[in-house]
């Protein structure tokens, strides 16, 4: 068991620092991060995620992060972030596709599909949901590998 949780950190494409490219990136109503970098690392049969960057709208520092199993299983962030959400849940569709559903107090507010290029150098999110407003927001952020 420990070998095969191992095994899937090393190979897991997820894993490394994400820096957002915000001339590729699309945020709907927006407005964009100025910056976001998002650090990945592979945990067993899961994931520790952190980000940290700089909001446009109101120019602050912006951080979050969680621990979260590939179990569809809700999993606690630890600060808010731009969504509103406080807990998120994932699922590994193949080695380079995951789904994420975001919630604020139970109820759904943001479900993404993250997926690596084959080659590991670009991920995109493509992330559908709803704003503190209640707005409807569709992102889709791309990021390069560090």
């Known amino acids: 068991?420990?070998?095969?949780?191992?095994?899937?950190?090393?190979?897991?494409?997820?894993?490394?620092?994400?820096?957002?490219?915000?001339?590729?990136?699309?945020?709907?109503?927006?407005?964009?991060?100025?910056?976001?970098?998002?650090?990945?690392?592979?945990?067993?049969?899961?994931?520790?995620?952190?980000?940290?960057?700089?909001a446009?709208?109101?120019?602050?520092?912006?951080?979050w992060s969680y621990k979260a199993n590939y179990d569809g299983e809700d999993n606690p962030i630890s600060e808010?972030?731009?969504?509103?959400?406080?807990?998120?849940?994932?699922?590994?569709?193949?080695?380079?596709?995951?789904?994420?559903?975001?919630k604020r107090g139970g109820e759904v507010v943001r479900t993404s599909r993250l997926v690596v290029s084959k080659d590991g150098k670009v991920m995109t999110i493509t992330a559908k949901g709803t704003n503190w407003d209640g707005q409807p927001v569709s992102d889709v952020l791309v990021f390069d590998k560090q």
């Open 80 to 102: 808010t972030w731009r969504g509103g959400g406080d807990t998120i849940a994932l699922k590994r569709i193949d080695p380079n596709t995951t789904e994420s559903t975001v």
């Open 1 to 54: 068991m420990l070998v095969s949780g191992v095994l899937l950190a090393q190979s897991n494409p997820f894993a490394g620092t994400w820096k957002l490219n915000t001339t590729e990136s699309r945020f709907s109503p927006g407005p964009a991060p100025e910056s976001q970098t998002l650090t990945l690392e592979a945990q067993g049969n899961g994931v520790k995620a952190s980000c940290e960057g700089t």
């Open 56 to 63: 446009a709208h109101y120019g602050s520092r912006t951080a």
